[in-house]
């Protein structure tokens, strides 16, 4: 009998439900659903429809007994950041509120009336990202304190969906960090910190790894779907379970998780909390067996995903970077971080407006839009490149690009060129790849995280996209 494991793999825009296996030493994948996701306006709030969205996971597993492929284990992951409380009764207490809704604005300012910016940063080493869900409950205490008076669990995004499969309640450690509320040094909630800011402290639960077991389905759940499965915890926030799917076993590389935001960085046994680090920006989110992802959040695919929707879709991907490849090199660069680009009515006259303003030429076409977003991307991590090597004193030799990102040929080459760095683009499902390696970890397919890269190398096209005029062909780099 074939065995096999089940990712179920949600993104901003989309979700998906992929089954992996093993034929012949090599990983297989095969998408079986996929389903459409996005924030919806609520009484003036983005939110997230957690209900619908649950709905499509359990036709994705009716699907599986459907087809005939039964995992024997499955696991979730999603976005950061976002999460829900729940009251006595389980209930979602208020709405499922997205981190890109406004509400945190001005909230970093008082958080840091309770807690320097310098001091938060020395003690958890998370990117300051005004959407943070430090400051997303600081919204909710200053805006709403009842409703964190009746909190009685929190529970990011996929613990929530993990939650209503098997009934038991853990956080997970990936994801958990990325609330600016775990320390580095315990892997732990810092309860210290988050009694200070006045959020309930009995509301945060266990802290679980990857690779741990959440439990079996509930028996409505079996009655529903038709099988029984153990959730199994990969890396719930989707950068984690990419990162681990980088086919790379030495420490001589960079990495980008390049989708709608572009993960950009290194992995590290120690976290880096400096105010040197600070400065830089970076981030010290966790990672699987503890390893730290040393990154930048840099907006990423987000514009020109953005750019494309207000084209009325007219045109694909593929086609948007022929264009982009295709028309005069328009010199004008925006800054892809700036605030005005994470959630503008209108991408399109955002970029224009920007250009407009720094005295710069306006893009007219399709083209030109898409040439200025993927230059500025480029650049952007460029820039990175410098300073990650400034921190860290080291000089990389290569650039690994996993996720959807890894198709966009003319970026990765506009990467390379920038960067001065050999790019190898791929695996393209560099999350669900990842959520199935630590369902493989935890079965004991693979003994190592090592082992578990040298075999995505052997599975999946790597393509070169190369400054240097060397490539060791046939050899994990």
């Known amino acids: 009998m074939q065995k096999y494991y089940l990712a179920v793999d949600i993104g901003a825009s989309s979700g998906r439900h992929i089954l992996g296996y093993l034929e012949n030493g090599r990983i297989k994948l095969e998408e079986i659903y996929r389903f459409e996701n996005g924030m919806v306006k ?36 999603t976005w950061g950041i976002d999460y829900v409380m729940l009251d006595a009764q389980d209930n979602i ?49 200053t805006f709403s304190s009842q409703d964190m008076e009746k909190a009685k669990h929190f529970l990011m995004i996929p613990d929530y969906f993990n939650f209503r499969l098997t009934g038991n309640k853990y956080n997970e450690y990936t994801n958990a960090t990325t609330t600016q509320l775990v320390s580095p040094d315990t892997k732990d909630w810092d309860f ?19 690779k741990s077991s959440v439990g079996k389905f509930t028996k409505e759940i079996v009655e529903e779907i038709g099988f029984d499965c ?12 990419a990162i681990l799917s980088v086919p790379a076993i030495d420490e001589d590389y960079l990495y980008i998780s390049s989708g709608t935001w572009s993960l950009m960085g290194i992995e590290r046994k120690e976290a880096d909390c400096s105010l040197t680090s600070k400065r830089g920006n970076f981030t010290n989110e966790g990672g699987v067996d503890y390893r730290f992802r040393y990154l930048k959040n840099i907006m990423g695919l ?15 991907f593929d086609e948007l970077c022929k ?27 955002a970029i224009k407006e920007y250009c407009n303003k720094t005295n710069q030429k306006v893009p007219g076409t ?42 966009a040929d003319y970026l990765n080459e506009l990467t390379a060129k920038a960067t001065k760095k050999d790019v190898y ?35 999946f096209p790597i393509k070169a996209h190369l400054h240097s005029l060397e490539i060791r062909k046939g050899e994990l780099l």
């Open 323 to 349: 264009q982009a490849a295709a028309a005069e090199d328009i010199t004008s660069r925006v800054d892809v971080n700036d605030v005005c680009f994470l959630a503008p009515d209108n991408m399109t006259e």
């Open 192 to 210: 210290e910190l988050i009694e200070k800011l006045g959020y309930k402290k009995d509301m945060f639960g266990r802290i679980l790894t990857p």
């Open 42 to 77: 609520r009484d003036g709030s983005l939110c997230w429809e957690l209900d619908k969205l649950f709905d499509e996971i359990k036709n994705g597993l009716k699907k599986c007994k459907q087809i005939g492929k039964i995992p024997c284990s499955m696991g979730i992951d």
């Open 230 to 241: 153990e959730v199994i915890l990969p890396a719930t926030h989707d950068t984690g379970s």
């Open 93 to 141: 207490i208020g709405k499922a509120i997205g981190y890109r809704d406004k509400r945190t604005q001005g909230m970093d300012e008082k958080v840091y009336q309770i807690i320097s910016e310098e001091n938060l940063y020395q003690r958890t080493g998370i990117q300051k990202l005004i959407f943070n869900t430090i400051y997303q409950l600081m919204a909710v205490k």
């Open 366 to 407: 399709a083209g030109e839009l898409a040439d200025c977003i993927y230059q500025s991307l480029a650049d952007g991590y460029a820039t990175t490149v410098k300073e990650l090597e400034e921190i860290t004193g080291k000089c990389y030799q290569r650039i690994h690009i996993v996720g959807g990102g890894s198709n």
């Open 302 to 316: 987000w514009m020109i995903q953005s750019v494309r929707c207000e084209l009325g879709e007219s045109y694909s």
């Open 425 to 459: 683009a791929g695996p393209t499902e560099a999350t669900a790849l990842g959520n199935i390696l630590a369902q493989m970890l935890k079965a004991g397919d693979y003994t190592s995280i090592n082992e578990a890269r040298q075999a995505v190398f052997d599975s």
